[in-house]
């Protein structure tokens, strides 16, 4: 199974791609994730991103893409893959379509877990991440809205199996939506 979690900053995707991760024991990529570890470290794509992600921008293409592309050649991950984060550009998906294609692989299912606008903003001001203050999370949101949200497009017209899920609600109820959503 590749599956891709999707949804605006904040929805919890993170939280439960690791969950179904840890459970399923399939291995896990979080792009953003992987950036702040390489931001702490100040290795050279680090440098590259930080400001990127400092300002809630997105790091080029072929930053996060050459991350992904180093990932998924780790043997664990020919059982399979959950990435949370990527793509988040058609340019991004259109080079993971390549990767997998490598692999004789595609996507199957994209996990969309949808929260209220509002009620995001709140739980990131709560959560207090470096680029979780509200005039940049405003603009996260923005982007996402621009480059990422389209994709739910590609993907259904490349035949993946698009869930979308309620993520207002707490870690496990919300956990058991998506949980079945994989299983239906
Ligand atoms: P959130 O879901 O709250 O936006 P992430 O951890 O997924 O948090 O991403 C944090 C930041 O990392 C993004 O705002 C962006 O700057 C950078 N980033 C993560 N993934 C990508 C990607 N696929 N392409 C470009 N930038 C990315």
Do not use: C
Request: hydrophobic share 40%; charged share 25%; no cysteine.
């Amino acid at each position: 199974m590749i599956a891709l979690f999707f949804g605006a900053p904040g929805v919890g995707k993170g939280t439960q791609a690791s969950l179904i991760s840890q459970r399923e024991g399939i291995p896990y990529l979080s792009t953003g994730e992987a950036l702040r570890n390489a931001i702490a470290k100040q290795t050279e794509v680090g440098k590259l991103a930080q400001t990127y992600v400092e300002s809630g921008g997105l790091v080029p293409d072929d930053v996060v893409t050459r991350i992904v592309d180093e990932t998924l050649k780790q043997p664990e991950f020919a059982k399979g893959a959950i990435l949370d984060g990527y793509p988040r550009t058609t340019a991004q998906a259109e080079a993971l379509t390549e990767i997998l294609r490598g692999y004789g692989k595609a996507v199957s299912v994209v996990v969309n877990i949808t929260v209220d606008t509002e009620t995001i903003v709140k739980r990131l001001l709560l959560r207090g991440r470096k680029d979780d203050k509200e005039e940049i999370i405003r603009h996260r949101f923005g982007v996402y809205a621009k480059e990422t949200a389209p994709l739910l497009d590609y993907y259904t017209n490349a035949g993946a199996a698009i869930k979308t899920i309620d993520g207002d609600a707490e870690v496990e109820v919300v956990y058991e939506r998506v949980y079945t959503s994989l299983n239906a």
